[in-house]
């Protein structure tokens, strides 16, 4: 049995799982969420920030009563490179040096820059590979990293946030035989992920999410970000809330079919449903909105029902939806 913490720091919510994997099932022995007071305090490169950031989660992970220090955490949103593109079906030991000649074209400095891996997936063309990219600005990797050790933590894998989510989709949707789209809408940044049957996986994250609604009601409404954000969760405001949504989010709905266009191209198989999870995905009305314009049918996906026996939270309403990516990050293997 490997015990392992998985960490998924949002701009609004910090994530945590404590758990290990028991007969190809997750068990949950510690987990909590709480608001994030120093949003991207982890990464921006502000040390005076980063103790506050540092010293505030080291209390909560000791509130929680988490024994572990071995850390698998997430990483997203600014400086996150993702980068898909094929290569000849050459020797596994000459692929990194394609890589990083690949990088070269697309970033500048290349590989030198970056914090990177890849991974190889399944290509529709038999005589070629696909590969995957991901990568992180040294720099901000670097600092990321150090807040968490200032913490009191060992860092062992840090993944990006599509990936744990199409790991948790595959963990816990293992019976699905259908390609789908996970789109996991946050507070700054909505990532997703389309999982196709074979292995192929994509993903991409889109600047839209809980604090772009606050922006816009707090505009229409003359309130407060609190005010908003308390307004934007009040069931008397349900129909506005759904006019709002309505109005805001037709650009990041076609940057969803654009990305499920570019899937069905790569993999000739189109996603047949998607699911919806997230801090925003329980806005009413929202899940019919994409339904309508997607013209494929969708499900609030809540893959955290039934795991645990507490969660240390003040809004219990968020643990369901909001811990799909990081329960995808707790299935990862320590090696």
Known sequence: MSVCLALDIGSHYIKVVEGYSKKDRLVVRK??????????????????????????????????GVKRSETVC??????????????????????????????????????EKIEFDYAILPAQN???????????????????????????????????SGVSLANCFMTFKKNNQKSAAVINVGARYTNIAIIEKKGFVF???????????????TRLKNISNLEAENFKKNPQ???????ILKEISAEFIQEI?????????????????FFLTGGSSLL??????????????????????????????DESECVEPCFSQVLGLALRKIV
């Open 284 to 313: 009413p009305g929202f899940l019919g909105i994409i339904e309508k314009t997607l013209e494929i049918p969708g499900e609030i996906w809540t893959p955290m029902s039934g795991l645990y026996e507490s969660c240390k939270t």
């Open 126 to 160: 038999s005589g070629k590979k696909t590969v995957m990219v991901a990568g992180i600005p040294r720099s901000k990797s670097s600092f990321f990293v150090n807040t968490l050790i200032m913490a009191g933590l060992k860092p062992i894998i840090m993944d990006i």
């Open 257 to 273: 079919s654009v990305s499920l266009k570019y899937f069905e191209t790569r993999t000739s198989e189109k996603a047949e449903k």
């Open 31 to 64: 987990a909590g969420i709480t608001r994030n007071p120093f949003p991207n305090a982890h990464i921006s490169l502000n040390e005076n920030l980063q103790k506050q950031f540092a010293t505030f989660l080291k209390d909560f992970l000791k509130k929680l």
């Open 237 to 243: 405001f349900s129909d506005e809330i759904e006019k």
């Open 203 to 217: 993903v991409r994250e889109i600047e839209f999410g809980g604090n772009l609604i606050n922006r816009e009601i």
């Open 74 to 111: 997430g990483i997203s949103g600014e400086g996150l490179i993702i980068h898909y593109f094929d290569i000849p079906d050459v020797p596994e030991n000459e692929i990194k040096n394609i890589v990083e000649m690949e990088l070269l074209q697309v970033i500048p400095g290349g590989a």
